[in-house]
């Protein structure tokens, strides 16, 4: 049995690395209320610290927010299987997706995210989790630059024959702007037109 090791790591750390899914860990559990109380969580902890007079260089010395345990185990064919915490890191990866999104449309003063969500390997995108083929062409079609927001949501609600867990992880992103503080999304909006 290998040493267990536990690292304190940022989601610019975690989503450097690639993560597969053991048939056990397939299904994407969490229904929208669970996701938004993660969304409510974590833009609670950023508008504690934040200060619009500040400036975007403060945001380095917030307190760091723990989004919980997520246990792997050693690397195989280039990604560590995801034991535990698939519903969180799946959730920020939705989250993640979201921003992109935003941001394929503003100035390039908006730091890019892309290599958060993956990278290009022989023409096709290799998302940082491992998904099946149906969950792919859903992140493929959300991410379609030739689509506003609006679009990317519609085109992915009417992709056919997805499973229960693909139907979730399309409501969360749907759920994305209602659940977003008024005070964020005045941030984004600021941050997205600067």
């Known amino acids: 049995m290998s040493d267990v090791q536990t690292a304190t790591q940022t989601i610019k750390t975690c989503f450097g690395k690639h993560y597969a899914l053991p048939y056990f860990q397939r299904e994407y559990k969490w229904e929208s209320r669970h996701f938004l109380e993660l969304i409510n969580d974590i833009q609670g902890a950023f508008l504690l610290n934040f200060d619009r007079e500040i400036g975007r260089k403060a945001v380095a010395t917030y307190p760091p ?16 299987p995801l034991i535990d915490g698939q ?49 792919k062409s859903i992140f493929d079609t959300f991410l379609n630059e030739d689509m506003d927001l609006e679009e990317s949501l519609d085109a992915v609600s009417d992709i056919d024959e997805t499973n229960e867990s693909d139907k979730r992880i399309v409501s969360a992103l ?4 209602e659940g977003l503080d008024e005070e964020m999304s005045i941030i984004l909006n600021i941050s997205l037109t600067m």
């Open 87 to 135: 519903q969180r890191l799946t959730s920020i990866f939705i989250l993640l997706a979201f921003l992109k999104k935003l941001g394929s449309s503003s100035p390039a003063t908006i730091t890019d995210i892309s290599g958060l969500i993956g990278s290009v390997a022989f023409g096709e995108m290799d998302y940082t989790i491992e998904f099946s083929e149906k969950r």
């Open 65 to 80: 927010y723990f989004l919980g345990s997520i246990i792997t185990a050693g690397t195989k064919d280039g990604k560590k």
């Open 174 to 177: 749907r759920s994305i702007q």
